[in-house]
């Protein structure tokens, strides 16, 4: 039996964002309060009216997600919302933009695969957003002359091309993200930040030269 002290604790280690869950403080889950929270994008309640096993954190569908922890992915699945992070590889001088529907195991994914060839990827920032998948669009217009396609590398025995890789300084990704959130007013939650004092992912901003006459 999982154990946790508040739905706080228990989102949190789950990585479901602030934005995504109802308090009903005791009230019952009524067809009613289902409609509200599937019009205002709520995936979670919690303080509901307990389960048989006493917990208080259910769905929007009233399963208790304590009980079955797998119905959190389930619950998520047809939803934009995830985590988008950036990632760098300090060898290759590359950015890496991406989404996923949680960010546990994403850096040790990236390195396990060797992704785009390299071993040492750290991600540098990370957050939840409503509309990862929209973010993910959005940013590789924005980036669209930094996007490199030439960087081959072998995972499970066969080859592949990298994508989502750019060119350019994490200062110059985390401008570009930031602008979307704001342009868009995009509801985001769980943010982690790696502070590059040395400014080691500073890396150089390399027009492709194919863009570089338009």
């Known amino acids: 039996m999982e154990e946790f002290t508040n739905a706080k604790e228990f989102f949190e280690k789950h990585e479901i964002a602030d934005f995504l869950t109802l308090d009903l403080k005791g009230k019952v889950e009524s067809k009613s309060v289902k409609e509200y929270m599937k019009l205002n994008g709520l995936y979670f309640a919690f303080n509901t009216n307990p389960c048989k096993r006493g917990h208080t954190i259910k769905d929007r569908h009233s399963h208790c997600v304590v009980c079955d922890t797998a119905s959190i992915s389930f619950a998520l699945r047809n939803s934009q919302y995830g985590f988008v992070y950036i990632a760098g590889s300090e060898c290759g001088e590359i950015i890496k933009i991406g989404t996923s529907k949680f960010k546990s195991f994403r850096e040790f994914s990236l390195n396990r695969t060797s992704y785009a060839g390299y071993n040492d990827w750290k991600v540098l920032y990370s957050f939840s957003c409503n509309e990862a998948v929209s973010v993910e669009k959005k940013k590789k217009k924005e980036l669209s002359i930094y996007h490199s396609d030439l960087f081959e590398y072998k995972h499970d025995g066969k080859k592949h ?3 989502e890789v750019f060119k350019c300084s994490y200062d110059k990704a985390y401008s570009m993200v930031q602008e979307i959130i704001l342009k868009h007013k995009l509801k985001t939650n769980l943010v982690n930040k790696f502070n590059d004092h040395t400014g080691i ?14």
């Open 161 to 163: 091309i990298a994508s």
């Open 201 to 214: 992912y500073n890396f150089r901003n390399l027009i492709r030269l194919n863009d570089s006459a338009k």
